[in-house]
Structures are given as structure tokens and as C-alpha cells.
């Protein structure tokens, strides 16, 4: 068998150290025999310094034992070692192919750092290939997305175009509502991505939560209105430190939710101050959300079953964007009566967040 590259060098480091102990074991008998000589000469042993024949053959075999044991020792450590180590260069080379599914084989774990290689690799590999099928995922959505709104303008302009359509108000109505749907969702698509870049810039400043509440709750009131829903709002009158724009913008998305899943009933908006954190949120009456659903609700592109109306799949992970860049979360629970509490968690100071899990395993 021919061994080359590491396994060789294992080799010869064995065959070397073989030879020494070898060469040291011959050395220190000299050494010793000389030193009886002078301390010890009435008890003096054979005076000749050349080997005897038994000697040689002793010596020789001694010699050809080590070495032979040497190159098992090495041959079978290289080939422990060299089966993780392997299968990691093998498993990159497959990955710059575009292998995802590539793994390495950690081999016997009695190795440690070999192993801990392998297992290393696989875990990057995991999250390469994780992250590669979430990009393929988002960019299948937003090409969803973007179709319905888009093949609408393109057929309603074409008709305008070729006369099929008579210009009025109301045509230009419905292509000014298309048009705003594609401006929210590009907006969404924004926040989201700078929030997951950590680049959204916040304007913290002190804000009056309870009356920015109100005037969301008057610009929606309408669609409240037509989906059933009546506002019940029990709101805290002290100023917190917030970016009023987005936490408008959370809860408007918050409600847009609620009219599109909730049953007709009422929607509870509260907020509350305490122990220097500020707690923003929505009450609906039903019919609540399934426990297996809840971990994936801020998720973008997760839906529920059986919405009045379409949305875009990112309302919910916009909210958790907005609550993980103030240093806060979001969060879902069943209510008492039923209901789904979505609630907005975040810091009264702006420079500490929320202990406990990551935001991320509500976003």
C-alpha cells in the first residue's frame, strides 16, 4: 500500500521515533556500562564495548520490531484521522458544485478536533443549505407577490390603451389601489430586510403612544366597520420612547390581520406601561390561531387558512421586524375567550433589550 501526504508523514514520524528510543535505549546502556566501570570496578562486567552476535541480533531485532510497529501504529492513527479530515474536503468539493445536500462523516469521535472538524462542516453546511432554499423560497413569493398587482395594471392599462376600457375615475381609482398595494408591499419587503441587515434606522424620540393608538384606530375605522369589528381601546396616557412611524405602522399591520382572519366581535387595543418597558396589544374574539401555527406566525409569507381577503404573507413579520429593531419582540398566545393577543414588547431605554429567548424565534 502506498502511503503519501499526511499518512506518510505520520509514518515516518513513528519510524523516527522508533529509531530514537531505539538509539537512546543503545546509548544509555554504553553510558551505563562505562559509569560501572569507574564506580563499580571489582564488580566489572565484560570490558569488551563491541557488541557480541546475541547483541547484534538483539539490537537488530529490537530495531525491526519498533519499526514495524511504528508503521502499524501510524498506518492505522492516519487512517482514523484522515476519514473525517477526507470526507470534509471531499463534502467542500461537492458543495462548490452546488451539492447542498453534501455531509462529512466524523469517524471516531475519540479523535476530538477531526471529529469536532466534521461536525463543524456539517453544521455550516445545515445552514448554507437552509438559507439557500429560504432565498429560493422568498424569491418564489415576491415573484407571487408581484404577479397579481402587476398583471392587473398591465390589463387594465392595455384596455385604457386600446380602448377597451373607458377612462373615469373609478378606473383610475382601481389602478391608483393597485398601485398603493404594490408601494405597501415594497415598503414591507424594505423594513423586513433592513431589520434582518440590521441597518433600519429608527427616530426614537419621546411620543404620546396613546394618541398615535387613536389616530391608527381612525384611519382603519372603516374596514373595522365593514369586517364586523368595534374598537375597544384601554390605553396608558404616559409618553414612551418610540419610533411613532413604525409603531404605527406595526399596528396598523396588526389590524389589517385582524379584519382579514378575525370573527366579527370586538378588537381590544390596550397598552400599558411598567418596569421600564412599554407593552402594545391587540385582542381579537376568534377563532384563534392553531398552537402549530403560532411559532411561524411572524414568519414572511406564512398565511392562515381562511382570510377574507388576500394580503402579502408579510403584515406579521413586519410587526416582529419593528419590535426586534426597537430591542423588543413580538408575540402571539391564545386569549381567554378564545381570541389571538398579538402583543409589541419593547425597552422604555432604547439602549437595553429584552432579556429571555431570542426575538428571533417569535420573528
Same mark, same amino acid.
Given at each position: 500500500?502506498?502511503?503519501?501526504?499526511?499518512? +506518510?508523514?505520520?509514518?515516518?514520524?513513528?519510524?523516527?521515533?522508533?529509531?530514537?528510543?531505539?538509539?537512546?535505549?543503545?546509548?544509555?546502556?554504553?553510558?551505563?556500562?562505562?559509569?560501572?566501570?569507574?564506580?563499580?570496578?571489582?564488580?566489572?562486567?565484560?570490558?569488551?564495548?563491541?557488541?557480541?552476535?546475541?547483541?547484534?541480533?538483539?539490537?537488530?531485532? &529490537?530495531?525491526?520490531?519498533?519499526?514495524?510497529?511504528?508503521?502499524?501504529?501510524?498506518?492505522?492513527?492516519?487512517?482514523?484521522?484522515?476519514?473525517?479530515?477526507?470526507?470534509?474536503?471531499?463534502?467542500?468539493?461537492?458543495?462548490?458544485?452546488?451539492?447542498?445536500?453534501?455531509?462529512?462523516?466524523?469517524?471516531?469521535?475519540?479523535?476530538?478536533?477531526?471529529?469536532?472538524?466534521?461536525?463543524?462542516?456539517?453544521?455550516?453546511?445545515?445552514?448554507?443549505?437552509?438559507?439557500?432554499?429560504?432565498?429560493?423560497?422568498?424569491?418564489?413569493?415576491?415573484?407571487?407577490?408581484?404577479?397579481?398587482?402587476?398583471?392587473?395594471?398591465?390589463?387594465?392599462?392595455?384596455?385604457?390603451?386600446?380602448?377597451?376600457?373607458?377612462?373615469?375615475?373609478?378606473?383610475?381609482?382601481?389602478?391608483?389601489?393597485?398601485?398603493?398595494?404594490?408601494?405597501?408591499?415594497?415598503?414591507?419587503?424594505?423594513?423586513?430586510?433592513?431589520?434582518?441587515?440590521?441597518?433600519?434606522?429608527?427616530?426614537?424620540?419621546?411620543?404620546?403612544?396613546?394618541?398615535?393608538?387613536?389616530?391608527?384606530?381612525?384611519?382603519?375605522?372603516?374596514?373595522?366597520?365593514?369586517?364586523?369589528?368595534?374598537?375597544?381601546?384601554?390605553?396608558?396616557? +404616559?409618553?414612551?420612547?418610540?419610533?411613532?412611524?413604525?409603531?404605527?405602522?406595526?399596528?396598523?399591520?396588526?389590524?389589517?390581520?385582524?379584519?382579514?382572519? &378575525?370573527?366579527?366581535?370586538?378588537?381590544?387595543?390596550?397598552?400599558?406601561?411598567?418596569?421600564?418597558?412599554?407593552?402594545?396589544?391587540?385582542?381579537?374574539?376568534?377563532?384563534?390561531?392553531?398552537?402549530?401555527?403560532?411559532?411561524?406566525?411572524?414568519?414572511?409569507?406564512?398565511?392562515?387558512?381562511?382570510?377574507?381577503?388576500?394580503?402579502?404573507?408579510?403584515?406579521?413579520?413586519?410587526?416582529?421586524?419593528?419590535?426586534?429593531?426597537?430591542?423588543?419582540?413580538? &408575540?402571539?398566545?391564545?386569549?381567554?375567550?378564545?381570541?389571538?393577543?398579538?402583543?409589541?414588547?419593547?425597552?422604555?431605554?432604547?439602549?437595553?433589550?429584552?432579556?429571555?429567548?431570542?426575538?428571533?424565534?417569535?420573528?
Amino acid at each position: 500500500m502506498k502511503l503519501v501526504g499526511l499518512s +506518510r508523514q505520520i509514518m515516518l514520524a513513528m519510524m523516527a521515533i522508533a529509531l530514537g528510543v531505539t538509539l537512546l535505549v543503545i546509548l544509555t546502556s554504553y553510558a551505563f556500562y562505562y559509569l560501572w566501570q569507574i564506580y563499580w570496578p571489582d564488580n566489572s562486567l565484560d570490558s569488551s564495548w563491541i557488541p557480541t552476535g546475541p547483541e547484534w541480533i538483539w539490537i537488530i531485532g &529490537a530495531t525491526l520490531a519498533g519499526l514495524a510497529l511504528s508503521i502499524l501504529v501510524a498506518i492505522n492513527l492516519s487512517r482514523r484521522i484522515l476519514v473525517p479530515l477526507n470526507s470534509v474536503a471531499a463534502s467542500i468539493r461537492r458543495v462548490a458544485q452546488g451539492d447542498l445536500n453534501a455531509r462529512a462523516i466524523a469517524g471516531d469521535r475519540s479523535l476530538g478536533e477531526a471529529a469536532q472538524l466534521a461536525d463543524d462542516f456539517n453544521a455550516l453546511a445545515n445552514q448554507l443549505q437552509r438559507m439557500t432554499e429560504e432565498q429560493a423560497f422568498w424569491n418564489a413569493a415576491i415573484a407571487h407577490e408581484l404577479r397579481t398587482p402587476v398583471t392587473i395594471l398591465r390589463g387594465r392599462l392595455q384596455g385604457l390603451a386600446e380602448g377597451v376600457f373607458t377612462p373615469s375615475t373609478s378606473q383610475f381609482l382601481s389602478l391608483l389601489t393597485q398601485v398603493e398595494g404594490l408601494t405597501r408591499l415594497i415598503e414591507d419587503l424594505r423594513v423586513v430586510s433592513l431589520v434582518e441587515s440590521g441597518h433600519l434606522d429608527l427616530q426614537l424620540r419621546e411620543t404620546q403612544l396613546d394618541a398615535e393608538i387613536n389616530a391608527v384606530v381612525d384611519m382603519v375605522g372603516d374596514a373595522l366597520q365593514s369586517a364586523g369589528q368595534r374598537a375597544i381601546l384601554e390605553l396608558d396616557a +404616559r409618553s414612551v420612547y418610540c419610533d411613532p412611524v413604525r409603531i404605527r405602522q406595526a399596528l396598523l399591520a396588526l389590524l389589517h390581520n385582524v379584519c382579514r382572519y &378575525a370573527v366579527a366581535g370586538h378588537v381590544r387595543i390596550q397598552s400599558h406601561v411598567k418596569d421600564g418597558w412599554c407593552e402594545l396589544s391587540v385582542e381579537d374574539d376568534g377563532p384563534g390561531m392553531p398552537a402549530d401555527l403560532i411559532p411561524y406566525l411572524f414568519t414572511a409569507f406564512r398565511r392562515a387558512q381562511g382570510a377574507r381577503s388576500g394580503g402579502s404573507g408579510l403584515g406579521l413579520a413586519v410587526v416582529a421586524a419593528i419590535a426586534r429593531a426597537h430591542g423588543g419582540r413580538a &408575540a402571539c398566545r391564545t386569549a381567554a375567550s378564545g381570541g389571538s393577543v398579538f402583543t409589541l414588547t419593547w425597552p422604555i431605554d432604547p439602549v437595553h433589550g429584552l432579556p429571555g429567548p431570542d426575538c428571533g424565534e417569535h420573528g
